[in-house]
């Protein structure tokens, strides 16, 4: 599984870091990155934050290597927790003041505030949870969340097919593709969760389990 998330998060990672060599280098402005030249700290956040969110997010769904070192996983949990609220919170800010692009829909706007708020709070409902030593509840708040936060890399699929047969795709085409990115992801979460029971957190009593971090639990 962490080697799949980490294949699905290339595309949006190496698009961050040509992002970044373009705002660093020297770049021409023109209409489509002008915005990011503006105002350049949002869109800096939100790339420094959701790369190592999307890469090392999904060594949190390797189960071996969490169970035999539940420190290392607690330690990048709380680093993740970090990440994971700078990306939503920077891609929020970004939506809401930089200018919509041409190709852009405004229902594509409202879908972006929808997702970026529900990351948020999923983040903040399963550090809440983990605090209370609500193992399952963590999990789960945790996997949507992520599932949420690799949505770009989801909605490069979503695209591909469009872009292949008709060209690049904008107005409600491109937020009906963006959104099945988002409701993609979430529906396997929602699946995966529901697959196979878990034990209730009351049951949960030992050391180990006191233990047990940040993004993905038992």
Not at 80 to 106: E, H, I, K, Q
Not at 189 to 217: H, I, N, Q, Y
Request: proline fraction near 7%; glycine fraction near 12%.
């Amino acid at each position: 599984m962490p080697v799949g998330l980490i294949m699905l998060s290339v595309v949006p990672v190496m698009a961050g870091a040509a992002r970044v060599t373009q705002l660093t280098g020297g770049a021409t402005v023109t209409p489509e990155n002008a915005r990011f030249f503006a105002s350049p700290v949002p869109v800096l956040v939100h790339i420094f934050s959701v790369t190592p969110y999307s890469l090392l997010g999904a060594l949190q769904f390797a189960r071996g290597f969490r169970r035999r070192r539940p420190g290392w996983h607690r330690l990048a949990g709380r680093l993740l927790v970090l990440c994971g609220l700078g990306a939503a919170l920077s891609g929020l800010w970004m939506t809401a003041f930089y200018p919509r692009p041409p190709a852009d829909d405004v229902l594509l706007t409202g879908f972006r505030f929808v997702f970026g708020a529900a990351m948020v709070a999923c983040i903040v409902l399963g550090f809440t949870a983990v605090r209370r030593r609500d193992i399952a509840g963590h999990r789960a708040w945790m996997a949507r969340a992520y599932a949420i936060g690799l949505g770009a890399g989801t909605q490069v699929l979503t695209h591909l097919p469009w872009m292949l047969l008709v060209g690049q795709p904008s107005g409600l085409p491109r937020a009906m593709m963006m959104l099945a990115g988002w409701v993609i992801n979430l529906a396997v979460v929602e699946w995966a969760l529901r697959r196979r029971p878990t034990r209730s957190t009351r049951t949960l009593g030992g050391p180990a389990d006191a233990r047990v971090g940040v993004l993905a639990g038992r």
